[in-house]
Nanobody, 123 residues
Framework: VQLQASGGGLVQAGGSLRLSCAASGRTLSRDSMGWFRQAPGKEREFVAAIRCDGSRKYYGDSVQGRFTISRDNAKNTVYLQMDSLKPEDTAVYYC?????????????????WGQGTQVTVSS
């Protein structure tokens, strides 16, 4: 499956962005999906994940209550709504797909990755 992330950009602190991850090649309806991010000089970290049917969602501690992950299996697309953005949210954001419905927060379990989209939050 090929994943294409989009929606990144420059936003002021307190603002919002909505990232999208569109898949092609096959359906994502049997995959759990995740968002990860990587800031310069740091390891790639878990942001959010969603079960294949959308029934369960998990968030990293730093984004809990501010970010919302969702999916539209009919459109083969996953979203990340980011509100109350902070400068420390600045990073390249990646979407990833994991075979099977079980939600995993560890990046090593994800099989397919998108190319990343830059999010920059100014203070």
């Amino acid at each position: 499956v090929q994943l294409q992330a989009s929606g990144g950009g420059l936003v002021q602190a307190g603002g919002s962005l909505r990232l999208s991850c569109a898949a092609s090649g096959r359906t994502l309806s049997r995959d759990s999906m995740g968002w990860f991010r990587q800031a310069p000089g740091k390891e790639r970290e878990f942001v959010a994940a969603i079960r294949c049917d959308g029934s369960r969602k998990y968030y990293g501690d730093s984004v809990q209550g501010r970010f919302t992950i969702s999916r539209d299996n009919a459109k083969n697309t996953v979203y990340l709504q980011m509100d109350s953005l902070k400068p420390e949210d600045t990073a390249v954001y990646y979407c990833a797909a994991k075979n099977g419905c079980a939600v995993i927060t560890l990046r090593t379990f994800y099989n397919s990755w998108g190319q990343g989209t830059q999010v920059t939050v100014s203070s």
